[in-house]
């Protein structure tokens, strides 16, 4: 399992979703030291832990431990999906027809 993979995925997440090591350390009831351990790779989060960034952070599991689990969900459609979410209607709609064009 890499490690270093999923932590560089959840300080991915931690940032896109605004939050500092501290805030999510104080919304996880955590220590922003045990935040910057599992960020760097170096334990081996609980699946607990994981479940809480996880739905904190508003990714799915699958995202991030996708170079890990075999049957996950694509990971770069989740991401997808996440980004175009945060953008207004129109826009999500022009996203949509380009990518209509280019799959038909």
């Given at each position: 399992?890499d490690?270093?993979?999923?932590?560089a995925?959840?300080?991915?997440?931690?940032?896109?979703?605004?939050?500092?090591?501290?805030?999510?350390?104080?919304e996880?009831?955590?220590?922003?030291?045990?935040?910057?351990?599992?960020?760097?790779?170096?334990?081996?989060?609980k699946?607990?832990?994981?479940?809480?960034?996880?739905?904190?952070?508003?990714?799915s599991?699958?995202?991030?431990?996708q170079?890990?689990?075999?049957?996950?969900?694509?990971?770069?459609?989740?991401e997808?999906?996440?980004?175009?979410?945060?953008l207004?209607?129109?826009?999500?709609?022009k996203?949509?027809?380009?990518i209509?064009?280019?799959t038909?």
């Open positions: 399992m490690l270093c993979a999923i932590g995925r959840i300080k991915a997440a931690r940032e896109r979703a605004g939050y500092t090591q501290e805030d999510l350390a104080a996880l009831e955590m220590s922003p030291t045990h935040i910057s351990v599992l960020e760097r790779g170096v334990k081996t989060p699946l607990e832990t994981l479940v809480k960034i996880a739905n904190t952070l508003r990714v599991t699958d995202m991030l431990l170079d890990v689990a075999i049957y996950s969900s694509d990971g770069i459609a989740s997808l999906s996440i980004a175009i979410s945060k207004p209607r129109k826009e999500q709609e996203i949509l027809n380009a209509r064009a280019l038909e």
